[in-house]
């Protein structure tokens, strides 16, 4: 039986989704929990690869059981293995058998945390990016207006990313303010290696006064690597949603 998981994850501790033979990894977690559980050993597939340090609200896999099990069961089942580990299976459901959790996805969303405050952060410490100086959320929203659209993200583009092409159409990018915590949403059917950090490190530049929009949209047209900000820290990253 093929079953989609519904995810949650810390991801403080581990090197990322992907497993690794190194290092603990999101991936390797459920692989040994689906193992201890079933005594066989299947691949738990996700529909994004997020980075080390990367959060996860509602990520989305897929697994193969070959024992009988029932769907309203296994999500307690699992996460009874996989303790301690920071990781919780929300919900289980029985999927078709030719469902793929990364090939299916027609869109997924990413949300970043930002905490705008000089004090060092003591309970959101690993959570969200804390930035010291004041930012202005009108000037970084009408930046990030200049990305929608389908585009060649070279720019915001980890060097070492894999994507056969650059080109990805950019449906939602907002950023929001709530006191002290300002947030970045972005929407697309998918994501280059670290674009969402990549445009959010360049949109903080715009918030400090540093960058214009005008500037933005400079710097995505060059489709030049050299020319995007610092790369936001993993910290406050989180995948969000998974549409199918």
Known sequence: MRFKLTIEYDGGPFQGWQRLADGPS????????????????ADVI???RTDAGVHAYAQVAHVDI???????????????????HPISILEAEEAAPD??????????????????RRAPLTFERGQSWRVPRALDVDAMQAAAERLIGR??????????????????????????????????????QSFLHRQVR???GTLIEVGVGRMSAD????????????QCGPVAPPDGLYLARVDY
Do not use: I
């Open 26 to 41: 999101v991936q390797g977690a459920l692989e040994d929990a689906v193992e201890s559980l079933t005594g066989a050993r």
């Open 46 to 48: 996700g529909a994004g």
């Open 66 to 84: 070959e024992k009988p099990f029932e769907a309203g069961r296994l999500p307690d089942a699992l996460n009874a293995h996989l303790r301690p």
């Open 99 to 116: 469902f793929h959790a990364r090939f299916d996805a027609k869109l997924r969303a990413y949300r970043y945390r930002v905490t705008n």
């Open 151 to 188: 585009h060649d993200f070279t720019t915001f583009r980890d060097t070492q990313c894999q994507a056969k092409s650059p080109v990805k159409t950019l449906d939602v990018a907002e950023v929001t303010r709530d006191g002290e915590e300002v947030d970045f949403w972005f929407e697309a």
């Open 198 to 200: 990549s445009m959010v």
């Open 215 to 226: 500037d933005v949209a400079r710097v995505l047209a060059a489709a030049d690597r050299a």
